[in-house]
């Protein structure tokens, strides 16, 4: 085992170091300002500082994140969480209030109807990742979405969270059915 503490650890440029004991999983740097993530032989993830804009590119990857499922929460927190949110409801929701992290990102959250329908949601808020902040969420000319109520009708609703200006902006795409 090797065990460093309280000093830098260099390697000489290109190099590479293995996570495997020397097979094929390694990280690279390729050139100068370039760094690979190679796993199993295949190039998964470049990292390059360039002056026409740095750039992280996964190469024949997706990129999926989890998805938080919650039930007539009135909470969604994007922020401890992660970006993909389904929430069921069950009854009406007065203040659905979403937490966004300390970066700007787009965040999606499905909005079901359980098997009776009819439920609502009032008032949408957001919260920076202080959880201070809270500012209505801003929707296409000024009209918040009313949601889909049929039983176990299915709203998906985008946001953008700009984390400069500490705003949410949101679209709806709305009534799709489950058979």
């Not at 996964?58 to 998805?67: L, S």
């Amino acid at each position: 085992d090797l065990l460093v503490s309280g000093a830098d650890v260099k390697m000489d440029a290109t190099q590479k170091l293995y996570l495997d004991g020397g097979g094929d999983t390694y990280i690279h740097e390729v050139s100068g300002d370039r760094m690979t993530f190679t796993v199993g032989g295949d190039s998964i993830l470049d990292i390059i500082e360039d002056t026409t804009g740095n750039k992280i590119t996964a190469k024949n990857a997706c990129i999926g994140f989890d998805q938080v499922i919650y039930s007539n929460s009135a909470s969604i927190n994007f922020n401890d969480e992660g970006n993909k949110a389904e929430l069921t409801l069950t009854a009406d929701i007065t203040n659905l209030r979403m937490y966004f992290p300390n970066i700007s990102c787009n965040c999606v959250l499905v909005i079901k109807q359980d098997g009776t329908g009819g439920h609502a949601i009032t008032n949408w808020l957001s919260r920076d990742e202080s959880d201070g902040n809270q500012t209505t969420i801003y929707w296409p000319e000024g009209e918040k979405p009313t949601i889909t109520t049929a039983a176990n009708s299915v709203d998906i609703i985008s946001f953008y969270w700009d984390n400069d200006g500490h705003k949410c902006y949101a679209v709806a795409s709305q009534n799709f059915s489950q058979p």
